[in-house]
């Protein structure tokens, strides 16, 4: 039998409201300490899979704490950062250039909440084992080269649409071909990820770009003209502007994820 995944949590509220639907499906949670260097030993000797962030306090020792993990190197494995927090572009940045794999944003459904963070949890467990250390590394944090391009060409962080839209990406990257049936198998899944119905994400979507395509030609400061998402007929489609996303990121980051 193999050994029960671990999760950190960062406050005694979240844990309280968390931890038996992790332990229903076999994952064992402990309360973070309150001590910064006390949390990076335990992340560090317990080896967990998973660390859960509540940032409605000690916002910045939550980002240092992040930052120093991924800085040293710390334990065998990097385990998942996953934060919960209130919809702020400002915080939301933080937390992504500073280690945050997956971001919830407030007000949110815990067990969906749950069920998502364990599903994530298994994907970079597959690709962790499935690949060579350095390249698992770099598949499991993907997102936030994806997160970083989105913010840079004025997607909003805090509406749906910016999470619908990041998880369509990440999809494209890793099934090119999803691009060709977007109706039928992008917006299902992307909807199936984040608990909403497909019609839903699609509009989401849809206001996102377009709001980014408002702000300006977020694309041509890219050399290779083929990755261009303005012409002169008007904003892109949905897919167009996914498709042009997820090949800068390949280019930028990606080169070895197929």
């Known amino acids: 039998m193999s050994a029960k995944r671990k999760v950190l949590i960062s406050s005694e509220e979240l844990h ?78 933080d937390l992504c250039a500073n280690g945050a794999d997956y971001i919830f944003i407030r007000p949110v459904d815990i067990a969906g909440m749950v069920e998502r963070a364990i599903s994530l949890v298994e994907i970079s467990d597959d690709i962790w084992h499935d690949s060579v250390e350095d390249e698992a590394r770099q598949q499991i944090n993907f997102g936030e080269t994806v997160a970083e391009l989105l913010r840079n ?17 990440i999809m494209a990257l890793e099934h090119p071909d999803i691009l060709s049936a977007i109706t039928k198998e992008l917006y299902p899944s992307v909807a199936k990820r984040n608990f909403a119905n497909p019609s839903g994400v699609a509009r989401a979507i849809r206001h996102v770009v377009e709001l980014a395509w408002a702000n300006g030609d977020p694309m ?37 994820f197929k």
């Open 153 to 169: 060409i004025g997607v909003p962080v805090h509406l749906a649409g910016y999470q619908y839209l990041k998880d369509a990406v």
């Open 16 to 93: 309280t409201k968390c931890s038996k639907l992790f332990m229903d499906n076999d994952y064992t949670t402990e309360l973070m300490p309150t001590n910064p260097g006390d949390i990076i030993a335990a992340i560090k000797e317990q080896r967990c899979d998973l660390v859960l962030i509540d940032t409605g306090a000690e916002q910045d020792d939550h980002v240092r704490i992040m930052n120093q993990v991924r800085s040293e190197n710390l334990g065998e494995r990097m385990p998942l950062f996953m934060a919960l927090t209130f919809p702020d572009e400002a915080k939301e940045r």
């Open 220 to 256: 041509t400061s890219n050399p290779n003209p083929g990755n261009t998402i303005r012409s002169k007929r008007g904003p892109p489609t949905n897919a167009e502007f996914i498709a042009a996303v997820a090949d800068k990121a390949r280019l930028q980051h990606l080169t070895n």
